[in-house]
């Protein structure tokens, strides 16, 4: 799931956060996101997580690690969409991944995680 | 095992001897002696009338490997490799249920019994024999002929002896003979880096396809590319050393020429041996004798190719007339009405890189015929037009520039339908625009390999709906022989297309519809400088509003970043909307590694290096830990930067002078230098001064793909300039430009562009040369492929960029000079933006923490990638924020 950011709150900055097993979990103000362009964050267990925002605004976030490399380089990916789906291209050897729901553009049999996402 | 009587055919004969005339049941069997270029066409015509599917084909091979392309023989020492030269594809020979034995020539042939017995003792029975047997190369008795260091160039396998003596003990290298195929020879000797010498006892080079005027412009441009060329001259003798090799040849002259290799090419004969074994009758002077429909004095036997002799009287031996054999064998064999009566002698070739080309009646045998000629002996141009009384297009000879070979060689026998003269012309010259193919009737044959009319192709884009070259190859064959009809074949599908009105899609990607060059001409009109705008106003329908894709952002992110200061962009890649299109390269400044680790290459301009800059980088990379390597650009790289470290390292890296070398980026990466006149005794130029101006004038240009360049001092190379995208060659005069070379998978030599430069004329070119490809080049597409792709190659480029035949010469230098003008250094621009460098972590939420993936184990005293970091997978990594 996705949402918009609530324009309406004019008080704090919003941030990004994450739906872990135990909680929400919040990684960083929503501002250090660039549009088409993603950040890792570290999770308290140790797992990464690539996080991006598209130029409508909307949240997306998945693992970290580039299933067919091993490095944990998704965040460093550059976005776009395909057939009206956000994905991000790996940045080692340009597989698609869909970012709503991890599924490799490319190879049918690879998937990487997907987390629940919002701005708070 | 029980045998048994079976009615279907069987495969079960290697290696074991069947039963004579038990051909399978009552299978008829075909039997190939022979799996040349001609033996396969032969295969194929069997094929494409089904008539493998109702004979047992078997093939006897002589050759350890299936047929491949022995026009092309030459090819390999431009890179292409034995399985490239390959015409057979594994899957045709199996799917065709046919038997190919490779190594095991036909040695004897039982035409009572109908067997043929091969070199292993295999022996097949045969309904139908096909001879296929090629030719020989002809050695002139002279003494010495066998000596060690003598060769001949028709197979692979001579082509690799040749090599392997070359590189081990030879630097002189002589051919024995001038024709196409001592030509050829002469080009694999230069191919080899040997001085090359050609000695041809004609006095003039190729006397059977072209005339005195043709051998003298021949003649100018291979002295010019530094062979010497021996005509009217006569080989006496092989003079050979103590040890037995050869030293020397004595030629008729009296003189003797010192070698340490030869060649012989003079010339090839039929084999037609196992022919006159078997009772056959062959020609006076070799060859077997065949009818119309290829048939030897024995019915059951044909000969095609080289070693026939055909009902014409005559011997070919060109790939073309025997394609038409095959073919005609193959149509008698299932009962088809075929014939061939003789050919055309019409030949294209690139011989040395120069384009020979002959046609018809080229040496004017008709009576009262008339020759047009033009000659320019200066550019090694000439060409010759036979013309009849009645104004018909008799034949011709082309040397130097043979474009219009495959519209003369079409109109040939008809009158064209404009003066001789004009199509002889250089454009230069006053001649009209040159005549298309669409001036051709239907009739005309286009590919004379496969003998197809341009009706045929016409009706492959109408018809079988191709809409390109590659479709229009696959299906009618055209330009799959010796592929000198493909451009005409190129200019004939994309006006067919046009004429059916079939859309081509050659957009970017899913997102424009428009082709990079395209999109570069909309941004530099309309002064667009944002992506977003790019793709709102200009994208397909229904990527308009989207977020692009990653093919298109790097694409478009490049071309506002090579015309940034000329449409009022910043011209700083990381700069506002900009840094979202970026690589990842391009958006960290530096090379992502695999293990997601970076490297860094700072610019070191043409090689040259203080020991105090040496030094500092030293102490870099010995306190980040980074592995450190000489790059093949004389540059120093350093490896295993995590994304933190990047600004910390050049934070030292910027103050100790050093600048963004651009290794990551699709712009300039170096121009390498040799160390030229100032200290080498052989340099004519200061080579290094002139790499360092270059690669400080174009540094940071973003173009299309990467381009490298090299300057050498002299013309040894030391540089290797020639492999470059843009290369330098000092000569007693000035520069030498050559353009379009390419070293990594496709090695392409460099083109030469303009000779005898002076320092601002050469640069004032290569503003032009660069800006040029910036803006028509594909996305990804170097400079190499960029020359091979336009329409009019390198002599279009040199009219644009020479000739301003555009007119836009003033525009390309003015944007090159707000280039040089507007460069800054982007990593000291980066160190000095705190919001910049906040992208320079690992973790947005753990700033100081590092990517725990990203380890390293020792190698050879340095480090390497821990690989396997990168294979745990998705395991939680238990307190890993800490490691």
């Known amino acids: 799931m996705t949402l918009a950011p609530e324009t309406t709150r004019t008080t704090t900055a919003l941030t990004l956060q994450l739906l872990l097993e135990d909680g929400w979990f919040t990684v960083c103000e929503l501002s250090l996101l660039t549009p088409g362009r993603g950040v890792a964050a570290l999770l308290p267990d140790g797992r990464q997580v690539a996080l991006f925002t598209d130029r409508a605004g909307r949240t997306y976030a998945i693992d970290n690690r580039d299933p067919f490399s091993g490095a944990a380089v998704l965040s460093r990916g550059l976005t776009g969409t395909h057939r009206g789906r956000p994905f991000v291209a790996s940045p080692l050897l340009k597989q698609r991944f869909d970012l709503e729901s991890g599924r490799c553009l490319d190879d049918e049999g690879v998937r990487v995680a997907t987390y629940e996402v919002r701005a708070a | ?883």
């Open chain 2, 1 to 883: 095992m029980t045998s048994h009587t079976t009615m279907t055919a069987t495969t079960a004969t290697t290696g074991t001897a069947t039963a004579p005339n038990a051909s399978a049941g009552n299978t008829h069997t075909i039997v190939l002696v022979g799996h040349g270029m001609v033996g396969q066409h032969f295969l194929e015509s069997l094929a494409e009338r089904g008539l493998t599917a109702t004979h047992r084909v078997v093939v006897l091979c002589e050759e350890p490997r299936p047929a491949y392309d022995r026009v092309r023989l030459t090819s390999y020492f431009s890179g292409r490799t034995p399985d490239e030269l390959s015409l057979t594809d594994a899957e045709f020979i199996k799917e065709h249920g046919i038997e190919l034995h490779l190594g095991d020539p036909a040695e004897s042939v039982d035409r009572a019994a109908r067997t043929v017995t091969a070199r292993s003792g295999l022996t097949v029975g045969y309904d139908t024999l096909v001879l296929a047997t090629g030719s020989y190369p002809f050695v002139p008795p002279v003494p010495g002929k066998d000596a060690e260091g003598c060769f001949v160039y028709r197979t692979i396998e001579d082509l690799l002896a040749i090599e392997e003596y070359a590189k081990a003990r030879a630097t002189t290298g002589a051919v024995v003979g001038g024709g196409l195929l001592g030509l050829e020879a002469a080009g694999a000797l230069k191919g080899l880096g040997l001085a090359t010498h050609i000695v041809e006892f004609a006095p003039r080079l190729m006397p059977v396809q072209v005339d005195e005027g043709g051998g003298a412009a021949l003649l100018r441009t291979i002295e010019d590319m530094g062979l010497s060329v021996h005509t009217g001259t006569g080989t006496q003798e092989i003079v050979t050393g103590d040890d037995g090799a050869v030293t020397g040849m004595k030629l008729s002259d009296g003189s003797e020429l010192p070698t340490d290799l030869v060649v012989f090419s003079a010339g090839v004969r039929p084999r037609d041996q196992l022919a006159r074994a078997m009772g056959l009758t062959v020609g006076e002077r070799g060859g077997i004798t065949v009818d119309e429909q290829c048939r030897t004095s024995d019915p059951a036997v044909f000969a095609i190719g080289e070693c026939a002799l055909a009902a014409d009287g005559r011997v070919y031996g060109l790939v073309a007339p025997g394609y038409e054999m095959a073919a005609t064998a193959a149509a008698t064999i299932a009962a088809d009405g075929a014939s061939f009566t003789g050919a055309d002698l019409s030949t294209k070739l690139k011989l040395l890189g120069v384009d020979v080309a002959s046609f018809g009646d080229a040496h004017g045998a008709t009576a009262d015929c008339l020759d047009v000629v033009y000659a320019d002996a200066r550019s090694g141009i000439y060409k010759k037009l036979v013309i009849g009384r009645d104004g018909r297009l008799l034949g011709g000879i082309l040397v130097g520039d043979a474009d219009a070979y495959g519209t003369l060689r079409a109109f040939t026998g008809s009158v064209p339908p404009i003066a001789p003269e004009q199509l002889v012309l250089p454009a230069s010259a006053g001649a009209p625009v040159a005549l298309g193919p669409s001036a051709l009737p239907d009739s005309a044959v286009i590919c004379s390999c496969h003998n197809v009319t341009k009706g045929t192709i016409r009706g492959a884009v109408t018809e079988h709906s191709c809409t390109n070259v590659p479709e229009v190859k696959k299906c009618t064959k055209a330009g799959t022989g010796c592929g000198s009809c493909v451009k005409v074949l190129g200019q004939l599908v994309n006006e067919e297309l046009a004429a059916s009105g079939v859309e081509v899609d050659h957009g970017l990607c899913g997102c424009f519809g428009q082709t990079r060059e395209e999109l570069y001409e909309i941004v530099l009109a309309l002064r667009i400088t944002s992506y977003r705008t790019l793709l709102d106003r200009y994208g397909r329908e229904d990527a308009r509003g989207g977020d692009g894709c990653e093919v298109c952002k790097p694409a478009v992110g490049s071309v506002i970043a090579s015309l940034a200061p000329t449409i009022g962009a910043d011209g700083y890649v990381l700069a506002g909307e900009q840094a979202a299109l970026q690589d990842t390269n391009d958006h960290f400044l530096a090379n992502l590694q695999k293990n997601g680790s970076y490297s860094i290459v700072p610019r070191i301009p043409g090689g040259e290096i203080t020991p105090e800059k040496l030094i500092v980088i030293g102490e870099v990379a010995r306190d980040f830990g980074l592995y450190t390597k000489i790059t093949g650009g004389q540059r120093i790289d350093l490896f295993g930067a995590r994304v933190e470290q990047l600004p910390l390292i050049w934070a030292r890296l910027v103050d100790a002078g050093f600048e963004s070398g651009h290794a990551y980026g699709k712009s300039l990466r170096t121009v390498k230098s040799c160390v030229g006149q100032t200290w080498c005794r052989y340099g004519v130029q200061d080579s290094v001064r002139m790499a360092i101006d270059l690669e400080l004038r174009y540094r940071g240009l973003r173009s299309p793909h990467k381009l490298k360049s090299a300057v050498s001092g002299c013309a040894r190379e030391c540089a290797e300039a020639q492999s470059k995208d843009f290369g330098i060659i000092a000569t007693s005069n000035g520069w030498n430009l050559y353009v379009g070379g390419n070293g990594g998978a496709t090695p392409r030599h460099a083109d030469l562009l303009a000779q005898d430069l002076s320092d601002a004329e050469l640069v004032r070119l290569i503003d032009r040369f660069l800006m040029f490809y910036i803006r028509t080049a594909d996305r990804l597409e170097r400079t190499s492929t960029w020359l091979e792709r336009i329409p009019g190659g390198l002599d279009h480029v040199r009219e644009v960029v020479v000739e301003d035949s555009l007119g836009i010469c003033e525009e390309l230098e003015s944007l090159m000079t707000a280039h040089v003008a507007g460069y800054r250094d982007e990593w000291a621009e980066t160190i000095n933006d705190p919001e910049k460098l906040g992208r320079f972590v690992s973790f947005v939420n753990a700033p100081d923490t590092p990517d725990p993936v990203v380890g390293f184990v020792p190698e050879r005293d340095q480090i390497k990638p821990d690989l396997p970091l990168l294979t745990i997978g998705q395991r939680p990594l238990e307190g890993s924020a800490q490691r």
